[in-house]
């Protein structure tokens, strides 16, 4: 296959790859918002528990079937990328809980800097000024359409720290696990989906009586609101395994620059079916300037000298190709929670 071919062909998968992340993370969130708003089932963690569980019984399918095949994983490295997974999404909830939500949207948008930080430090990565630039200007963009009120206390800045720390970190393993085992997502999903399925669904109803006051137990379940923890459950599916994906074909500052768009989508699909009560000038200039912020950070970051690692490379105990690998710990989307504000 001629080069330009082979370059044609990984265009196409990387934009295929992004394009099932945008959709299925867009529509989990607006799945979500209609089940914690429209039928009051505001158990966030427990909710995600179901979503590795269910995420969990397709892994164990498809590898009955010969779909996936057989690797290894060192426990070690499934406790400290579970350790981080977990206390991503429970430090999300809490830092909701305890800040306003302009200073839990600025958290989130720390997490670019901060992913930055783990590449440039851990992976001897370099930033072209441009590419600095388009960051900042996505940054800028999302900052003008979500920030609002800005309130911040002690102990929600130590959550909101631990929540973005340990989100960064949970992003980057997820690539490094990827690289350094060359296996693919399903595989990895495999590996950590059952331990995260098992300690949130432990964890899970404590933390949201404590966050809601409500016991999941004691929750009303109809026929509808069953039916749509199914759908979110199975969207869920494809949420996880398209955030493995894309971060095991790209880097998780890539992921969190481009997955902006999906907070942009969110905000318009918001506007869309829930009522346009918040749409105005600023909220549509902040649209524009993070689209073109990204826009040129896909630009700038894929030019020679945009974005490359400098002499560093990862043992693999393989020697299988990871870049022709088919390569969501899903973290809990902002959206989603304030459905019950």
Not at 5 to 33: E, H, M, Y
Not at 86 to 112: D, E, H, P, R
Not at 303 to 318: A, H, N, V
Request: aromatic content about 10%; proline content about 2%.
């Amino acid at each position: 296959m001629s080069s330009a071919s082979k370059g044609d062909r990984k265009a196409s998968l990387d934009a295929a790859s992004w394009l099932f992340n945008v959709v299925t993370s867009v529509a989990i969130i607006l799945v979500n918002k209609a089940l914690m708003a429209t039928y009051g089932f505001s158990f966030a963690t427990t909710l995600t528990g179901m979503h590795f569980a269910t995420t969990t019984l397709l892994t164990v399918i498809l590898k009955s079937l010969g779909y996936i095949q057989t690797s290894h994983l060192p426990k070690s490295d499934i406790i400290k990328f579970v350790l981080f997974a977990n206390c991503s999404i429970v430090g999300m909830n809490v830092s909701l809980m305890w800040n306003s939500v302009g200073f839990y949207q600025i958290a989130k948008l720390t997490m670019i800097p901060v992913s930055c930080l783990l590449e440039v430090v851990l992976d001897n990565v370099r930033y072209s000024r441009d590419t600095k630039l388009s960051i900042i200007l996505v940054l800028a963009g999302v900052a003008v359409c979500t920030v609002t009120d800005v309130s911040v206390n002690a102990k929600g800045f130590i959550a909101a720290v631990i929540a973005v720390c340990s989100t960064a970190l949970q992003q980057y393993y997820v690539h490094y696990l990827q690289r350094k085992y060359s296996i693919g997502s399903f595989n990895l999903l495999g590996h950590t989906a059952p331990a995260q399925a098992a300690s949130l669904l432990l964890v899970g109803p404590f933390m949201d009586y404590w966050l809601t006051n409500k016991r999941v137990d004691a929750y009303d379940y109809g026929l509808t609101s069953v039916l749509f923890i199914i759908l979110s459950c199975t969207i869920a599916v494809g949420t996880n395994l398209s955030q493995f994906i894309c971060i095991g074909r790209f880097t998780a500052v890539s992921f969190q620059v481009l997955g902006h768009m999906k907070t942009i989508l969110v905000l318009f699909m918001g506007f869309i079916f829930f009522g346009k009560e918040g749409l105005n000038l600023h909220v549509v200039l902040g649209m524009t300037i993070a689209i073109a912020g990204m826009v040129w950070y896909g630009n700038a970051s894929s030019k020679p000298g945009g974005k490359e690692r400098r002499s560093f490379s990862i043992p693999t105990t393989k020697t299988q190709d990871y870049a022709a690998l088919p390569v969501s710990s899903e973290s809990v989307e902002k959206e989603s929670l304030l459905a019950t504000p």
